[in-house]
Protein backbone atom coordinates (compact mmCIF):
# COMPACT_ATOMS: atom_id res chain seq x y z
CA UNK A 1 0.00 0.00 0.00
CA UNK A 2 1.66 3.12 -1.16
CA UNK A 3 2.06 6.02 1.73
CA UNK A 4 0.48 9.25 0.52
CA UNK A 5 1.05 12.66 1.92
CA UNK A 6 -1.53 15.74 1.51
CA UNK A 7 -0.18 18.71 1.27
CA UNK A 8 -3.49 20.97 1.22
CA UNK A 9 -3.09 24.92 0.10
CA UNK A 10 -4.25 27.31 -2.19
CA UNK A 11 -1.24 27.44 -4.25
CA UNK A 12 -1.84 30.79 -5.62
CA UNK A 13 0.13 30.32 -7.30
CA UNK A 14 2.63 27.41 -6.43
CA UNK A 15 6.12 28.34 -5.86
CA UNK A 16 9.61 26.98 -5.33
CA UNK A 17 9.00 26.48 -1.50
CA UNK A 18 5.92 24.18 -1.84
CA UNK A 19 8.29 22.18 -4.40
CA UNK A 20 11.33 21.70 -2.14
CA UNK A 21 9.28 20.99 0.94
CA UNK A 22 7.26 18.33 -1.28
CA UNK A 23 10.07 16.84 -2.39
CA UNK A 24 11.79 16.94 0.75
CA UNK A 25 8.71 15.32 2.51
CA UNK A 26 8.76 12.01 -0.16
CA UNK A 27 12.61 11.78 -0.31
CA UNK A 28 13.53 12.30 3.40
CA UNK A 29 10.21 10.38 5.25
CA UNK A 30 8.85 7.08 4.57
CA UNK A 31 6.12 8.94 2.35
CA UNK A 32 5.90 7.52 -1.73
CA UNK A 33 3.96 10.55 -2.75
CA UNK A 34 2.73 13.79 -2.01
CA UNK A 35 -0.36 15.24 -3.40
CA UNK A 36 -1.01 19.28 -3.87
CA UNK A 37 -4.21 19.29 -2.85
CA UNK A 38 -5.51 22.62 -4.48
CA UNK A 39 -8.46 23.94 -1.88
CA UNK A 40 -10.95 25.33 -4.01
CA UNK A 41 -12.56 28.74 -3.62
CA UNK A 42 -14.85 28.95 -1.37
CA UNK A 43 -18.16 30.18 -2.33
CA UNK A 44 -18.95 31.73 0.36
CA UNK A 45 -15.80 34.04 -0.09
CA UNK A 46 -14.41 35.14 -3.38
CA UNK A 47 -11.20 36.55 -2.72
CA UNK A 48 -10.21 38.79 -5.75
CA UNK A 49 -6.68 37.91 -5.50
CA UNK A 50 -7.56 33.82 -5.77
CA UNK A 51 -7.45 32.86 -9.46
CA UNK A 52 -10.26 30.39 -10.43
CA UNK A 53 -10.28 26.73 -9.53
CA UNK A 54 -8.43 25.02 -12.66
CA UNK A 55 -6.02 27.90 -13.29
CA UNK A 56 -4.58 27.31 -9.81
CA UNK A 57 -4.83 22.97 -10.38
CA UNK A 58 -3.15 23.77 -13.72
CA UNK A 59 -0.25 25.58 -12.38
CA UNK A 60 0.67 22.61 -9.82
CA UNK A 61 0.07 19.85 -12.98
CA UNK A 62 2.50 22.36 -14.48
CA UNK A 63 5.13 22.34 -11.58
CA UNK A 64 4.49 18.38 -11.30
CA UNK A 65 4.83 17.45 -14.93
CA UNK A 66 8.63 16.37 -13.84
CA UNK A 67 8.48 14.67 -10.61
CA UNK A 68 6.86 11.22 -10.76
CA UNK A 69 6.35 11.18 -7.18
CA UNK A 70 4.56 14.49 -6.99
CA UNK A 71 1.08 14.80 -8.27
CA UNK A 72 -1.71 17.83 -8.32
CA UNK A 73 -5.41 16.64 -6.93
CA UNK A 74 -8.59 18.30 -7.80
CA UNK A 75 -10.18 15.89 -5.13
CA UNK A 76 -11.89 19.17 -3.39
CA UNK A 77 -13.51 20.40 -6.09
CA UNK A 78 -16.35 18.31 -5.97
CA UNK A 79 -16.48 17.83 -2.40
CA UNK A 80 -19.29 20.26 0.22
CA UNK A 81 -18.51 23.45 0.45
CA UNK A 82 -16.58 24.49 3.13
CA UNK A 83 -13.54 21.70 3.00
CA UNK A 84 -13.15 20.31 5.84
CA UNK A 85 -9.97 18.50 6.22
CA UNK A 86 -11.59 15.44 8.33
CA UNK A 87 -13.88 15.04 5.54
CA UNK A 88 -11.59 15.37 2.52
CA UNK A 89 -9.73 12.27 4.41
CA UNK A 90 -13.01 10.57 4.74
CA UNK A 91 -13.80 10.69 1.15
CA UNK A 92 -10.55 9.90 0.18
CA UNK A 93 -10.31 6.27 2.23
CA UNK A 94 -13.81 5.50 0.71
CA UNK A 95 -12.34 6.16 -2.60
CA UNK A 96 -8.83 4.31 -2.72
CA UNK A 97 -9.12 2.43 0.93
CA UNK A 98 -7.21 -0.38 -0.58
CA UNK A 99 -5.23 1.77 -2.55
CA UNK A 100 -3.58 4.19 -0.16
CA UNK A 101 -2.86 5.24 3.45
CA UNK A 102 -2.89 9.13 3.77
CA UNK A 103 -1.22 10.97 6.30
CA UNK A 104 -1.15 14.66 6.24
CA UNK A 105 1.39 17.31 5.32
CA UNK A 106 1.21 20.44 7.47
CA UNK A 107 3.43 23.34 8.69
CA UNK A 108 4.87 23.74 12.49
CA UNK A 109 2.47 26.50 12.51
CA UNK A 110 -0.66 24.73 11.80
CA UNK A 111 0.01 22.49 14.05
CA UNK A 112 0.49 24.92 16.69
CA UNK A 113 -3.67 25.13 15.76
CA UNK A 114 -4.20 21.92 15.36
CA UNK A 115 -6.96 21.72 18.22
CA UNK A 116 -8.80 24.37 16.89
CA UNK A 117 -9.87 21.84 13.07
CA UNK A 118 -12.50 20.14 13.01
CA UNK A 119 -12.83 16.91 14.73
CA UNK A 120 -9.19 16.73 15.04
CA UNK A 121 -8.58 13.69 17.60
CA UNK A 122 -10.40 11.47 14.71
CA UNK A 123 -7.85 12.77 12.27
CA UNK A 124 -5.07 11.30 14.94
CA UNK A 125 -6.90 8.58 15.29
CA UNK A 126 -6.62 7.00 11.46
CA UNK A 127 -3.60 9.29 10.24
CA UNK A 128 0.15 10.21 10.75
CA UNK A 129 1.16 13.81 10.29
CA UNK A 130 4.49 14.73 8.88
CA UNK A 131 5.67 18.16 10.32
CA UNK A 132 8.05 20.79 9.04
CA UNK A 133 9.76 23.66 10.71
CA UNK A 134 7.94 27.39 10.21
CA UNK A 135 8.64 30.47 11.79
CA UNK A 136 6.52 31.17 13.72
CA UNK A 137 4.70 32.62 17.33
CA UNK A 138 3.36 30.36 19.93
CA UNK A 139 3.85 27.34 20.97
CA UNK A 140 2.64 23.68 20.16
CA UNK A 141 0.25 21.97 22.83
CA UNK A 142 1.99 19.14 24.59
CA UNK A 143 -0.42 16.52 23.55
CA UNK A 144 1.03 16.94 19.98
CA UNK A 145 5.02 17.24 20.76
CA UNK A 146 5.87 13.40 21.24
CA UNK A 147 2.73 11.76 19.66
CA UNK A 148 2.75 8.32 18.03
CA UNK A 149 1.67 9.60 15.25
CA UNK A 150 3.00 13.24 14.41
CA UNK A 151 6.56 13.08 12.50
CA UNK A 152 8.57 16.01 12.29
CA UNK A 153 11.02 16.58 9.31
CA UNK A 154 14.02 18.27 9.49
CA UNK A 155 12.84 20.35 6.00
CA UNK A 156 14.54 23.39 5.16
CA UNK A 157 12.76 26.64 6.34
CA UNK A 158 10.91 28.26 3.40
CA UNK A 159 9.73 31.42 3.56
CA UNK A 160 8.84 32.44 0.82
CA UNK A 161 5.02 33.29 0.48
CA UNK A 162 2.41 32.95 -2.35
CA UNK A 163 0.75 36.57 -1.41
CA UNK A 164 4.73 38.13 -1.54
CA UNK A 165 4.95 36.58 -5.33
CA UNK A 166 1.56 38.44 -6.29
CA UNK A 167 2.45 41.44 -4.85
CA UNK A 168 5.90 41.90 -5.98
CA UNK A 169 5.07 40.72 -9.24
CA UNK A 170 2.07 43.33 -9.51
CA UNK A 171 5.07 46.21 -8.27
CA UNK A 172 6.63 44.64 -11.54
CA UNK A 173 9.86 43.22 -9.84
CA UNK A 174 11.14 39.78 -11.17
CA UNK A 175 10.06 36.91 -9.26
CA UNK A 176 10.77 34.58 -11.96
CA UNK A 177 13.42 32.83 -9.67
CA UNK A 178 10.60 31.78 -7.15
CA UNK A 179 8.09 30.07 -10.16
CA UNK A 180 8.91 26.73 -11.54
CA UNK A 181 10.00 27.70 -15.20
CA UNK A 182 6.24 25.42 -16.44
CA UNK A 183 4.02 27.93 -13.59
CA UNK A 184 6.22 31.09 -14.85
CA UNK A 185 5.39 30.45 -18.41
CA UNK A 186 1.61 30.00 -17.82
CA UNK A 187 1.98 32.45 -15.25
CA UNK A 188 2.80 35.24 -18.02
CA UNK A 189 1.31 33.78 -20.81
CA UNK A 190 -2.31 34.38 -18.93
CA UNK A 191 -1.02 37.78 -17.51
CA UNK A 192 -2.16 36.48 -14.18
CA UNK A 193 -1.34 38.58 -10.81
CA UNK A 194 -0.45 41.75 -12.43
CA UNK A 195 -3.18 43.90 -12.46
Do not use: C
Not at 75 to 89: A, G, K, S
Not at 148 to 168: G, L, N, V, W
Not at 173 to 191: F, Q, T
Amino acid sequence: MKKVGLYFGTFNPIHVGHMVLANHMVEFSDLDEVWFVVTPQSPFKTKKTLLDNHHRYQMVFEATQEFSKLKPSKIEFDLPQPNYTVDTLAHLLDTYENDYEFSLIMGEDNLKSFHKWKNYDVILEHHDIYVYPRISEGTTEDRFKNHARIHRIDAPIMEISSTFIRKQHKAGKNIRPMLPDAVWKYMDEMNFYRT
